[in-house]
Nanobody
Framework: QVQLAESGGGSVQAGGSLTLSCAAS????????MGWFRQAPGKERDLVAR????????DYVDSVQGRFTVSRDNAKNTVYLQMNSLKPEDTAVYYC???????????????????WGQGTQVTVSS
């Protein structure tokens, strides 16, 4: 069992930056593929970025490539999402999630992730 808790959300102007953190409990954290998802009102929950258990592989949705960076510190049981050059279209509730599956198998579908945080709101104004 893994419990996840996001922090770091808030309101910023376009062009600003935020760093989200996701603290995990559970001894098996370092074996999980971790993902950051976001959900805007009226839209589906979509993957933003994901990272392999050891942090050696990452993947991003095209719309955030070059602006967002996902990383993890397994010693601290924490995964991060550094968000730069934020745009109004980045406004959403951001969730971190953990998958027991390997990085390749976990993929980008929310259905493949087993544990979820409660979400943190990110609002970007123009």
């Amino acid at each position: 069992q893994v419990q996840l808790a996001e922090s770091g959300g808030g309101s910023v102007q376009a062009g600003g930056s935020l760093t989200l953190s996701c603290a995990a409990s559970g001894r098996a954290y370092s074996t999980y593929t971790m993902g950051w998802f976001r959900q805007a009102p009226g839209k589906e929950r979509d993957l933003v970025a994901r990272i392999s258990p050891r942090g050696t592989m990452t993947d991003y949705v095209d719309s955030v490539q070059g602006r967002f960076t996902v990383s993890r510190d397994n010693a601290k049981n924490t995964v991060y999402l550094q968000m730069n050059s934020l745009k109004p279209e980045d406004t959403a509730v951001y969730y971190c999630a953990a998958s027991k599956l390997g990085y390749a198998t976990a993929g980008s579908s929310p259905r493949m992730y087993d544990y979820w945080g409660q979400g943190t709101q990110v609002t970007v104004s123009s």
